[in-house]
């Protein structure tokens, strides 16, 4: 049995119940035996069997008092997977289907992803089962002061900086902050995705979307063509959904639909952005509202945006929303590229699929690096003190983009083939890590 797919056992062995994770280490580890084939010190020195155990896992009581008087109990958790080459760092995610099995999943894809930026980030995931949605902000601030009651122990601007993922935004970010402030007495970059006016970066709202598509914009490069006229479907309607579609509507594209966990409308004339923004980031609404703003769009409570043909699928919502039989409705309307903005976007029977059918696809790890990097960025100017311009943080990040988008398709072109961005992000994304773990001694 080869070492990757010994470790591969081991490790769901010793993991029972953990899907998420388990499909997280099916997804990447086989594509690392090229690798480590040729690098034959790896097996002898543990890289494996440490990288899939993570450096420490924290779980913790979140109690707090509803609107009602009533005590509630939610369930924390910080997994500091990897510090190999910096800092952990990954978002905190409040939603009720959160478990120690997405925490897992979520930060071991964390590791590759926080390489391929090239910044000096390791990885890290955290989060809760509380659910944000439907409760008033006394509560969600009553909640976040209790989450960081406990989590601010683990955490600093040098060991592991935290920032948003779903559920948690700027308003979360700022309550979890500000409590941690209060414990520690420590105004510094502990967190990021704050907001402008107490130390967060310029463009790092929109990173993750815009990052999406300055990464898919290579991948239409490569098919000799642009965003330009294309039809693009965006599913979820959160802060990655939203900023995707408005890049790649900056750069012509016509977008389609966005969608909730209740339905997705559909609006032939091209998606009006701003209305997007109004309902959901001020009125903190639902998408279905879309249709009585837009004339012409069309709300469905059944069925999903992957049905609707088009030229581009931007997955932005949650893991494993793509299936078999999405994909193989994208490939037959002839989809030319799908890029993951959410984490693992796509199950595993769907990737093969898509790799059968020779349709560009994107795993999140690469073509979502765009919110990380922006992170490390923000983290950059709170060291320095100083603040960069929307224009230069907007050019580093298509430069990281960019970057990324070379590197793994390079590292696929030397290791598997030329279109197998998946082996070579998760390649790309192993090979620092690994080289750092040997140089740093079996700890
Ligand atoms: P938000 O909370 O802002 O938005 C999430 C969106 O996805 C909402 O529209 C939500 O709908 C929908 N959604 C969530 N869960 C489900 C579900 N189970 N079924 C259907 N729809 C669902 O989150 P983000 O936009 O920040 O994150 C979206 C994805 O992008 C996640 O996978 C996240 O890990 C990933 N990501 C985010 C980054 C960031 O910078 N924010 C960075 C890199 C990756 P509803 O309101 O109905 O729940």
Redesign the pocket.
Known sequence: MSYTMRVLKETKEKNPGQPEFHQTLTEILPTLQPYLDEHQECEEAGILERIVEPERQVIFRVPWVDGSGKVQVNRGYRVQFNSAIGPYKG?I?F?P?VTLDTIKF?GFEQIFKNSLTGLPIGGGKGGSDFDP?GKSDREVMAFCQSFMNELYRHIGADTDVP???????AREIGYVYGQYKKITGLVNGTFT?KALCYGGSLVRKE??GYGLVYFAEQMLASLKTTFEGKRVVV????????YAAEKAAQLGAKVLT?????GYILDPAGVDIETVKLI?EKQRG??SEYVHHCKGAEYFDKGIVWQVPCDVALP????N?INEEHAKALIKNNCLAVAE???M?TTLDAVEQFQKSGILYAP?KAA?????AV?ALEMAQNSSRFFWSFEEVDKKLQGIMQSIYRQVSDTAEHYATKNDLVAGANIGGFIKVCEVMLLQGVI
Request: aromatic letters at 2%; a positive charge.
């Open positions: 978002g995610r939603h289907s979520l949605k920032a948003g993922d779903i559920g948690v935004g995705g990173a993750t599913s979820g309607s959160g802060n990655v959904a939203i966005f969608s909730d966990s209740n959901k639902r998408i932005c919502a949650t893991q929303e903005g959410s984490n976007s999140g979502n690096a765009g919110g990380v992170s």
